[in-house]
């Protein structure tokens, strides 16, 4: 019998709620197999009653688990560990316990120039179908321009005028290192993080370090066409795996791994790109336990993590990385506004250094000035209010958003409410074609855009991702309507 009381500690004077702090922990001890698959934990009242906690915070705590998969339910027996969480297998050191921001890479890395990608030319005068984007007139700019008045007032701030570090501001390091390791769970130190102009800089960085010509890279057969073509640029062979509603199929990537040496594997964990949904918690231990078997590099692409809506937000591979596997990604952009170009790259450290000499060649360093504003800004708690402002706007728009597809397109589309995200993945029923609905639209003055690019492994799915955030109720309905008539307008055509 585990001492839950002494075991679980609680701090009532922190920002997390207890209810995730106890998951957390809960998560901890499962990973550590001091909860073995198929423990039975104790019950709601039982275990309230040990903490001295409310009965709900536990049962919050345990419908938490059971979303990520760590736990099931079974009725009139209880709550049990899941059975099929593979064991973490951590690498055995040889000398003493590496210091954080100090460790060995667990992958092999190599430097290559990077190359320039054009922007997409915006028509003016028509509605965008956008595949998930934030509403730039949301971005809290008096509280941003607070911050940069705040500096300009400073004599100090003349030193932000001049040439840095290419590992970007050192306060913004500092303010970043925290708050990741408050909000997402990970244990890094400011060697071990990197700034980018938004996390396309930091993707294309890792992969110019990571890969060579025939390189081979895993991806979903739905996946990011960004991320698909960053890594073509590099030389690499792309490998597709299937995505269910589990994410990745990290099976077929144990496949893989036995017919070839996998550089790495693309991720986006927390809502795959594009079809939205979540990496299963047996999946994300197995994927740890390949990466650490095979030595590959996981890419982890977290570029919403901020955004869900029906739950807290599920905690990054990076935050269970025991072996220097994962290169984490994200920004800011999408969170306050696409023009703050501010992302970060998280990685060991002798990686990190390899990837901000090689950013030297194409940005000698970024904006220190936002930088340094954008430091004030996340430790004044400013983001995090902006955060829960905006939580509130895109929930109601993903309501009605998809109220309104199932009303206009119930017998034209099929789709799942996504649990966050800015984006719904919407698929065409068979006997219509993307092609001409689109025709159709543009007519109507609405742009839906490259349809084609999400299906790059030419799976025949039918399927593209449609954004709600950045509209209002009126352009929701707008927008919607206009792609009715382009669907009205259409006639159906068998598809090959």
């Known amino acids: 019998m585990i001492p839950y009381k002494t075991t679980l500690q609680i701090d009532r004077s922190g920002k997390q709620p207890i209810y995730l702090q106890l998951a957390n922990q809960f998560v901890g001890l499962i990973k550590k197999n001091v909860l073995v698959p198929g423990a039975k934990l104790p019950g709601s009242r039982t275990l309230a009653a040990q903490l001295s906690v409310h009965r709900k915070t536990v049962i919050a705590c345990y419908d938490d688990l059971l979303l990520q998969g760590w736990i099931v339910s079974i009725p009139k027996k209880g709550t049990f560990v899941h059975q099929n969480i593979p064991t973490l297998q951590k690498r055995a050191f040889i000398d003493t316990m590496e210091v954080p921001g100090t460790q060995e890479a667990g992958f092999s890395f190599f430097k290559e120039p990077l190359l320039e990608r054009p922007l997409v030319e915006r028509l003016p005068g028509y509605h965008y179908l956008n595949d998930g984007v934030s509403d730039v007139r949301?971005?809290?700019?008096?509280?941003?321009?607070?911050?940069?008045?705040?500096?300009?007032?400073?004599?100090?701030?003349?030193?932000?005028?001049?040439?840095?570090?290419?590992?970007?501001?050192?306060?913004?390091?500092?303010?970043?290192?925290?708050?990741?390791?408050?909000?997402?769970?990970?244990?890094?130190?400011?060697?071990?993080?990197?700034?980018?102009?938004?996390?396309?800089?930091?993707?294309?960085?890792?992969?110019?370090t990571l890969m060579a010509p025939n390189t081979y890279v895993v991806v979903g057969e739905t996946n990011y066409i960004a991320a698909d073509l960053t890594f073509q640029h590099a030389g690499a062979t792309l490998l597709r795996v299937p995505v269910d509603e589990n994410g990745l199929n990290t099976d077929a990537i144990a496949h893989l791994c036995k017919k070839h040496d996998i550089k790495a594997v693309y991720v986006t964990s927390h809502h795959h790109h594009p079809t939205t949904v979540m990496l299963s918690a047996e999946r994300r231990m197995q994927l740890l336990n390949l990466a650490r078997t095979h030595r590959f590099a996981i890419i982890e692409d977290d570029y919403d993590y901020d955004f869900h809506y029906d739950h807290s937000p599920i905690l990054p591979l990076a935050s269970h990385d025991a072996n220097g596997n994962v290169i984490y990604v994200g920004s800011v952009c999408k969170t306050v506004a696409p023009v703050y170009r501010v992302g970060y790259l998280v990685a060991p450290r002798a990686f990190v250094d390899q990837c901000a000499k090689l950013r030297r060649f194409v940005d000698r360093q970024g904006d220190s000035l936002l930088e340094a504003a954008f430091a004030n800004f996340i430790k004044s708690g400013d983001l995090d209010r902006h955060i829960r402002?905006?939580?509130?706007?895109?929930?109601?728009?993903?309501?009605?958003?998809?109220?309104?597809?199932?009303?206009?397109?119930?017998?034209?589309?099929?789709f799942e409410i996504p649990k966050g995200g800015m984006a719904v993945w919407v698929r065409l029923q068979k006997g219509y074609e993307w092609r001409t609905i689109s025709e159709q639209a543009k007519k109507h003055g609405l742009i839906i855009g490259e349809w084609q690019r999400y299906d790059m492994a030419k799976t025949g799915h039918n399927g593209i991702r449609m954004g709600f955030a950045a509209y209002n109720e009126e352009e929701i309905r707008t927008v919607l309507k206009k792609l009715h008539l382009a669907v009205q307008d259409s006639i159906p055509k068998k598809m090959d």
């Open 138 to 208: 949301l971005t809290p700019m008096k509280a941003i321009a607070k911050e940069y008045r705040s500096l300009a007032d400073r004599k100090n701030s003349l030193r932000y005028l001049g040439y840095d570090t290419t590992y970007g501001n050192p306060r913004l390091r500092e303010v970043l290192v925290t708050y990741l390791n408050e909000t997402r769970g990970l244990h890094i130190t400011k060697d071990q993080l990197l700034i980018t102009r938004g996390s396309q800089m930091a993707m294309y960085l890792a992969a110019r």
């Open 389 to 414: 402002k905006v939580l509130k706007h895109y929930a109601l728009r993903r309501a009605l958003f998809c109220t309104l597809l199932e009303q206009l397109f119930g017998t034209v589309f099929t």
